[in-house]
C-alpha cells in the first residue's frame, strides 16, 4: 500500500532540508507526516495517521505505529504518538546550541506540544543525550518531560501502572551519566546553552 504524506499548518508547503533547525526554529516548521492510513475531519481539524508512521518537523523526527493530532485555528499541533508491540514510539531533536548534538527518547506514547516546544514520554520512557552518535546521559522512567526551547528535563519514575490497572510502588528513576572528554573544548564562562538541565525535582513513586 502506497504511504500517505501530509503536511500540516503552518505554511502548507515542503521546506528543505536545508532550513531544518533546532529549539525553537523547529516551532516554525511545518509538520510532514508519512503513514499508510489516514482519517481527517474538518470540523475538528483532527487527524489520525497510522501504520508506519513517520513525522519531521525541523530537526525533529518521530516515529510509532499511529499518530492522533489535533490542530488549533492558530495552526499549533498537539500530536499524540503510540508505538506498538514491536517497538516504543521513538523521538529525536537536535540540542539547541548543541555542536552535533541530539537528545533521542522512546516510550509507549509520546505527546509533542508544537506551540510550547514540550515532548511527554509516557510509559517505559528512556531518554538519551548522544554527542554524535555516542550516548552519554541516560535517563529512564515512567513519565519523562522534555523542553526542547531550555534543554529542561523531569522525570517520574513512580505510579506505573500493573498488569491489573493498579499503580504499582516499585518506579524508580535510574539515571547513567558518562565522563566527558577531558580534552573536549569547555563552554564559554557563562554559557549554559550547551548543558542540559534536569530538574530539582525528581519525583519517584518506589520506597527509598
Not at 2 to 28: E, I
Not at 48 to 72: E, H, Y
Not at 113 to 138: C, E, I, K, W, Y
Not at 177 to 199: I, M, Y
Amino acid at each position: 500500500m502506497p504511504k500517505k504524506f501530509f503536511t500540516l499548518l503552518p505554511l502548507f508547503c515542503l521546506l528543505p532540508l536545508a532550513a531544518q533547525a533546532a529549539g525553537r526554529a523547529d516551532q516554525k516548521q511545518p509538520m510532514q507526516i508519512e503513514s499508510d492510513a489516514l482519517r481527517y475531519e474538518e470540523a475538528s481539524q483532527r487527524s489520525v495517521f497510522t501504520g508506519s508512521v513517520r513525522v519531521n518537523k525541523g530537526s525533529i523526527v518521530m516515529r510509532g505505529a499511529r499518530l492522533d493530532i489535533q490542530q488549533d485555528a492558530a495552526g499549533n499541533q498537539l500530536g499524540t504518538m503510540v508505538g506498538s508491540s514491536a517497538a516504543p514510539a521513538f523521538f529525536r531533536q537536535a540540542r539547541e546550541g548543541g555542536r552535533d548534538e541530539f537528545v533521542e527518547a522512546q516510550a509507549n506514547s509520546i505527546v509533542y506540544n508544537s506551540q510550547t516546544g514540550v515532548a511527554t514520554l509516557t510509559g517505559h520512557a528512556r531518554f538519551t543525550r548522544l554527542q554524535g552518535s555516542t550516548p552519554m546521559d541516560t535517563v529512564t522512567g515512567q513519565i519523562i518531560t522534555y523542553n526542547g526551547n531550555t534543554d529542561i528535563f523531569t522525570v517520574n519514575g513512580g505510579a506505573a501502572p500493573s498488569e491489573g490497572g493498579k499503580a504499582s510502588s516499585n518506579g524508580r528513576v535510574r539515571v547513567t551519566l558518562t565522563s566527558r572528554n577531558a580534552e573536549a573544548a569547555p563552554a564559554p564562562a557563562g554559557d549554559e546553552s550547551k548543558v542540559l538541565k534536569p530538574s530539582l525535582q525528581l519525583k519517584s513513586g518506589g520506597r527509598p
